[in-house]
């Protein structure tokens, strides 16, 4: 840390709300929190029924028998109403919902009232092909405005759907479809990135070999390279979509029917499906979205850079812009291609008001240079985000300073693909900010701070960060497994939800998260779980045992460092070491590729068998060894320790 900012942090200095800021914020004082703090389920009921449409009022906001939620009870409504279609209806069928932008430079700008007409295509598409309402539709595409279309028009008819990011391996979206028995998969024949073509179509058609659930596949022409369609199966999205009537009225649905599942790493290797209903999901995004980015739909240009296929997109790129009847930037590419400016000129040719990015490409944008963002007029901007990882205060204060010139709030959100909102987060126009501190509990949120009793341990202390109150937008569970449900987020302490991340609280009650403390890495703000790695690299040939852990990285939060037992006759070289990344790649994704691998004879385990990971994670970030004596053989960590240090098994740089 450098000196200045750690003088800044020891000084405890605050940033209060700039006044220009805070004289027109949406929220200026506590009065929001202690509405909220005297009765949470009257502060969201009211939430639900100012900003959403509702076709029948609720009978009961909550119903709660823990774990399970459910929210809104009786009432019924309709997300593509409430996103797009109400927003005609109320004369601003000429403002514009998205303005697109393709990595070649190719744009697109969409108001509501087309955006109107191209769901409701969609959405006749999805019905044409016999989808029904509680069907699940897989959907693997790069960011082209027809992905949001796509979802949307899942919701217009009430099929869920499962996004599947566009990185993801054949081997990632087959076990997703198959996990969701999806009847039908969207994809496009390729997406832009970098400059070349991801080969979309290829890799689903892969999948697709062994996907015995999916009968139709809509395929939207995108990079024109030349794809096989499979007749009966594949339709190319011109042709059927285009040919459908743009009528289709939004039906009523139930406010707990299923809207999405999303998949997201967890301990074992197996993802979990997380399921989302609709009338508490989308209270909760719209609320969130108009008080953390205190939006002016009229005026505001708002970014969030994240991909649809994580849950920022789904929630801060759809439903909560959307449902606000906001203005969003959508960019499909890499932030360095033609050039590391990239995204400072889209931020000054669209004049971008609010951005909202992750402080992994913040970090990436710091180690490029200042030069890039000073050639762009950044003027426009006025709210700064961060989410996916804790924000280390010299990505803060550089954020701050570089990109908002020292004039914009930065809001550092807190939550998980689990919560579906925002939960923990400064109210930009109201808290005083401390850089890396995320600040307090929303309101109408519960979060609290507890030791390994479960006991809240108070100002200042640290912990493990959980929820003690239900909240709209929660999980509904895990998709087909109930029980993983019970025992990921409920078994760990009575009565709260375990978010399964470490955090403690100052002086000041302000809130610091300090990563996960189970075995899911964070690596680019993407939850890897150390279980999927391993079994990835133990599916090589050459490979015995694995043991992965997180190691901090200066760029990506947490890189993936991986300790590897080869089976005998297989020798340790270079090109082993290239053959076992880019096989990780290839079951996973580039983003799990590990960053170092340390071939061993042996790995740390507990007299159970039980690999002691945080041993390795001592070894890998140079820290003391602690206590020893629950190892079968004490001696092995030393002896892996030795190899390391004389390894520099830094890993090459990508
Ligand atoms: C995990 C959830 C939320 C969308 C993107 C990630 C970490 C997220 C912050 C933040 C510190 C953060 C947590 C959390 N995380 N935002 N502002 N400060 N940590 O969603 O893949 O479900 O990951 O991301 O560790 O548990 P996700």
Redesign the pocket.
């Given at each position: 840390m450098s000196d200045a900012i750690e003088g800044l942090l020891e000084e405890g200095r605050t940033f209060p709300p700039p006044p220009e800021f805070a004289a027109t914020a949406r929220v200026r004082d506590s009065s929001l929190q202690a509405a909220a703090d005297a009765d949470p389920e009257a502060f969201w009921a009211g939430q639900a029924a100012e900003l959403l449409d509702w076709d029948r009022p609720w009978d009961r906001v909550l119903d709660w028998q823990p774990p399970d939620a459910q929210w809104f009870l009786g009432g019924t409504l309709n997300v593509a109403h409430n996103c797009v279609d109400r927003h005609v209806a109320a004369g601003l069928g000429d403002r514009v919902a998205f303005l697109w932008e393709g990595e070649p430079g190719d744009e697109r700008a969409i108001t509501y009232a087309e955006l109107q007409d191209e769901v409701s295509r969609a959405a006749n598409a999805l019905l044409a092909l016999g989808i029904e309402r509680g069907d699940r539709v897989a959907i693997y595409m790069g960011m082209v405005p027809e992905l949001p279309i796509a979802m949307l028009a899942c919701a217009r008819i009430g099929a869920a759907h499962s996004v599947v990011f566009g990185g993801f391996t054949a081997d990632s979206l087959r076990g997703r479809i198959n996990d969701a028995e999806a009847k039908a998969l969207i994809t496009c024949d390729g997406a832009w990135r970098r400059g070349a073509v991801v080969p979309l179509k290829d890799i689903a058609d892969e999948a697709l070999q062994d996907a015995p659930s999916v009968h139709h596949c809509i395929v939207l022409r995108r990079t024109d390279h030349g794809v096989s369609m499979t007749p009966g199966r594949d339709h190319w999205w011109h042709d059927l979509v285009e040919a459908q009537s743009e009528h289709c009225p939004p039906e009523p649905m139930d406010a707990e029917q299923l809207l999405f599942i999303l998949y997201?790493s967890g301990t074992t290797a197996k993802p979990k499906g997380i399921m989302h209903t609709t009338g508490g999901y989308l209270t909760q995004v719209a609320s969130t979205f108009r008080n953390v980015f205190d939006i002016r739909p009229e005026s505001d240009v708002y970014w969030c850079t994240a991909d649809c296929g994580?849950?920022?997109g789904h929630s801060y790129i759809v439903y909560g812009p959307l449902a606000n009847g906001a203005t969003s930037v959508i960019y499909e590419g890499t932030p360095d291609h033609p050039d590391k400016d990239r995204f400072w000129a889209i931020v000054e040719k669209y004049g971008v008001t609010i951005l909202y990015t992750a402080p992994t490409a913040i970090r990436t944008f710091m180690k490029w240079g200042d030069e890039y963002p000073q050639r762009r007029d950044l003027s426009s901007l006025r709210l700064l985000g961060?989410?996916?990882?804790?924000?280390n205060p010299e990505a803060w204060i550089w954020y701050h300073d570089v990109i908002g010139h020292g004039r914009t709030p930065i809001v550092?959100?807190?939550?998980?693909?689990?919560t579906g909102a925002i939960m923990i987060s400064p109210l930009p126009g109201a808290t005083p900010l401390k850089p890396g501190s995320?600040t307090f509990p929303l309101p109408g949120v519960g979060a609290d701070v507890v030791g390994d009793d479960g006991e809240p341990v108070g100002v200042p202390g640290g912990g493990y960060l959980v929820l003690n109150r239900p909240w709209p937008s929660m999980l509904r569970g895990v998709w087909g497994d109930p029980q993983r449900f019970r025992d990921t987020y409920w078994s760990r302490f009575e009565g709260l939800y375990f978010?399964?991340?470490g955090a403690k609280r100052d002086a000041d009650g302000y809130l610091w998260?300090l990563?996960?403390v189970d075995d899911v890495m964070?690596v680019s703000?993407?939850?890897i779980s150390t279980a999927e790695v391993e079994s990835a690299l133990v599916d090589h040939h050459a490979v015995a045992e694995a043991a992965v852990v997180g190691t901090t990285d200066a760029t990506t939060g947490q890189a993936v460092s991986a300790f590897v037992i080869l089976r005998s006759g297989n020798v340790a070289s270079d090109d082993l070491v290239r053959e076992l990344r880019d096989h990780v790649a290839k079951l996973i994704g580039p983003i799990a590729k590990p960053k170092s691998i340390l071939f061993t004879d042996d790995l740390p385990k507990t007299r159970s068998g039980k690999i002691m990971r945080r041993l390795l994670r001592n070894v890998a970030e140079d820290e003391s060894l602690g206590d020893t004596t629950t190892l079968a053989d004490p001696s092995v960590v030393a002896g892996i320790r030795d190899r390391y240090l004389a390894s520099n098994a830094g890993g090459d740089d990508e």
């Open positions: 997201t994580w849950v920022t961060s989410v996916g990882e804790p924000i550092d959100t807190w939550w998980q693909t689990e995320a978010a399964g991340d998260l990563g996960r964070l703000g993407h939850n």
